[in-house]
């Protein structure tokens, strides 16, 4: 296996050094995404310290959703406006959201109660909840097997809920404390990061059969996204892997900063965004040559990322700050 590792100090570093040797030049340095501004969310009403957790962007309704952990919201930002617009209460402990075929309705994990939400969005309740094992907190939808799936850390498993019935249709045991999944829309297979195993689980969701993939050598695995040339990258302590999945090869890793959580592909860029909560920076990376692109600097408790594949925005969730930062690529 080739190493396609290269820092981004590194990289940084060769770009000063350029730019020093070549005064006549006057070309800025690269940054890899300008700043729109910040979104200001609901301050706390209860616990001192804010927790939020996984953004999602339904660019159809130009909406992107904030899971308010601490205050069992939902909140709502109009991405046309970069405003806040509203929040749906209730959600004790909700901590990620999946998108459905229906633009008003989605699904949140609500890790408090033990349980998986229907909201509507449009109307601004919640239609129902569904109990699962353990404390939910990844979530995903679906489209092949039309259905919602959501993993539970502490139950060790993934649980598969009809969309449409909003029943639980069946649990794949785990073979170890999950962390975050994406899910191959043409296949209908779910990717879960193991954390504690240090390796992925693939899930045929109409069979229950589970493979583990194990091409790269990743340590304590968090965030996960997939490409649509069969590329699952995997984030771990300080580097983004890449696993060919048809194969389970490893194709390389890319170091980025430390403390990542969330990761996102954008399919119109081909950019990689990590969110490195620990190095307070977002790096972007191209996921066609794996190769890094640089970083910005976030804040304290940068650990959430969403893009907008149709306006090119990047979403940060700043979490001490309560805030969501906004960029563009480029």
Partial sequence: MTDIRKPLVVLVASILQFGLSSCSDTSPIHVPLSVRGNIQLPHETVATVPLFDLLTVDERRALLYVPHTTNSALEIVD???QKFVASIPGLAGVRGVALTPDPNVVFVSLSGGGAVAAVDTNAMKILGTISVNGSP???AYDPVDDAVLATSSGAKELTIIDRTSRKVTGTVKLPGAPELLTVDPQAGVAY???????????INIASRQLTELRGCDIKAPTGIALDDQGHLFVADRGLVSVIDVLIDKCLGSVDIGNGVDQIAVSLHTHHLYTANGGSRNLSVIDIRTFKPLGEVGTGPGGDGVAVDPTTDLVYVMVGRAGLVSVYHDP
């Fill in 137 to 139: 907190d990844a979530i």
């Fill in 192 to 202: 879960v990061a193991i954390n504690d195993k240090d390796e992925v689980a693939a």
């Fill in 79 to 81: 991405t046309k406006r």
